[in-house]
T-cell receptor
Framework: GENVEQHPSTLSVQEGDSAVIKCTYS??????FPWYKQELGKGPQLIID?????GEKKDQRIAVTLNKTAKHFSLHITETQPEDSAVYFC???????????FGTGTSLTVIP | SAVISQKPSRDICQRGTSLTIQCQVD?????MFWYRQQPGQSLTLIAT?????????ESGFVIDKFPISRPNLTFSTLTVSNMSPEDSSIYLC????????????FGEGSRLTVL
């Protein structure tokens, strides 16, 4: 089955700096890679996703890149703000109705 | 995205008791998913619930421990039976946002503490 690894487990950055979280996956059949943000006491919120036919996707300060050959994808947050502080999860899926495999999470702290 | 409501949001339970978590979605969905998130851990799929059929459980999860109901296309329940402290977790209901997109949306979760 699929194995998703996520690094780092914790990350602290100064406000305004960039943050990068990386994930690798093992199943070449995976074709959908979402990222979730989970704030304390809340459920995970989908913030951005990428499909295997795209190498990069950007939404304001958030971007995701995918390298299918190397089987890794990354989340990039620029100009970080204190409200970006949360736990971020990556995931991989082979498509509709199929199981999502989640990474172990990255606790991001943005220091004002 | 779908609006997903879960009840209770949190509860403290005694060992040996059972608790039923409710999940209500604001639109009809084919599949509903139940996840467990143990303290400080990632998300693990418990089962997939389809309306009109038995839930499909993942390895390590059994119906006797986690019975699931899916009476219609907008509602599901998950029961955690005969609880022990190891069942202390956040239980999350999730659904696909739009058909055939693979996007997954989560409720706010139900945080259970078993004493």
């Amino acid at each position: 089955g699929e194995n998703v690894e996520q690094h780092p487990s914790t990350l602290s950055v100064q406000e305004g700096d960039s943050a990068v979280i990386k994930c690798t996956y093992s199943d070449s059949a995976s074709n959908y890679f979402p990222w979730y943000k989970q704030e304390l006491g809340k459920g995970p919120q989908l913030i951005i996703d990428i499909r295997s036919n795209v190498g990069e996707k950007k939404d304001q300060r958030i971007a995701v890149t995918l390298n299918k050959t190397a089987k890794h994808f990354s989340l990039h947050i620029t100009e970080t703000q204190p409200e970006d502080s949360a736990v971020y999860f990556c995931a991989a899926s082979t498509g509709t109705g199929n199981q999502f495999y989640f990474g172990t999470g990255t606790s991001l702290t943005v220091i004002p | 995205s779908a609006v997903i409501s879960q009840k209770p949001s949190r509860d403290i339970c005694q060992r040996g008791t059972s608790l039923t978590i409710q999940c209500q979605v604001d639109s009809q969905v084919t599949m509903m998913f139940w996840y467990r998130q143990q303290p400080g851990q990632s998300l693990t799929l418990i089962a997939t619930a389809n309306q009109g059929s038995e839930a499909t459980y993942e390895s390590g999860f059994v119906i006797d421990k986690f019975p699931i109901s899916r009476p219609n296309l907008t509602f599901s329940t998950l029961t955690v039976s005969n609880m022990s402290p190891e069942d202390s977790s956040i239980y999350l209901c999730s659904v696909e946002g739009r058909e055939n997109t693979g996007e997954l949306f989560f409720g706010e979760g139900s945080r259970l503490t078993v004493l």
